[in-house]
């Protein structure tokens, strides 16, 4: 099983831009799909951005639709989220995970994923 670390979270204003980056250990990288979540305080684990199972294309949360950006190096066994134009209501928890193939519609929920990381603040003040 893969053992996934986030970074790039923080503090930002509204309107601003952040980079989030996910680092993959293990050799196992090529087996799994890469994606995106977030949690607000009170509230329940949501999708964000993934890339279907070939790679070939990319999933986004309607909230996030044209101002996020997921992108992948593996070479580097990285994945990342380009957030911009961010908004107060993109405050959560941010979290990387990674799922085994599971059907072609299989990729919004959290139950999809086998491996997470542990998880990057990301602020939007106001």
């Known amino acids: 099983q893969m053992h996934l670390v986030e970074s790039g979270g923080g503090l930002v204003q509204a309107g601003g831009s952040l980079r989030l980056s996910c680092a993959a250990s293990?050799?196992?990288?090529?087996?799994?799909?890469m994606g995106w979540f977030r949690q607000a305080p009170g509230k329940g684990r949501e999708f964000v951005a993934t890339f279907s199972w070939s790679g070939g294309s990319t999933y986004y949360a309607d909230s996030v639709q044209g101002r996020f950006t997921i992108s992948r190096d593996d070479a580097k066994n990285m994945v990342f989220l380009q957030m911009n134009s961010l908004k107060p209501e993109d405050t959560a928890v941010y979290y990387c995970?990674?799922?085994?193939?599971?059907?072609?519609?299989?990729?919004?929920?959290?139950?999809?994923?086998?491996?997470w990381g542990q998880g990057t603040q990301v602020t939007v003040s106001a």
């Open positions: 293990g050799r196992t990288f090529g087996r799994y799909a």
């Open positions: 995970a990674g799922r085994m193939y599971c059907g072609a519609s299989c990729y919004a929920s959290p139950g999809d994923y086998v491996s």
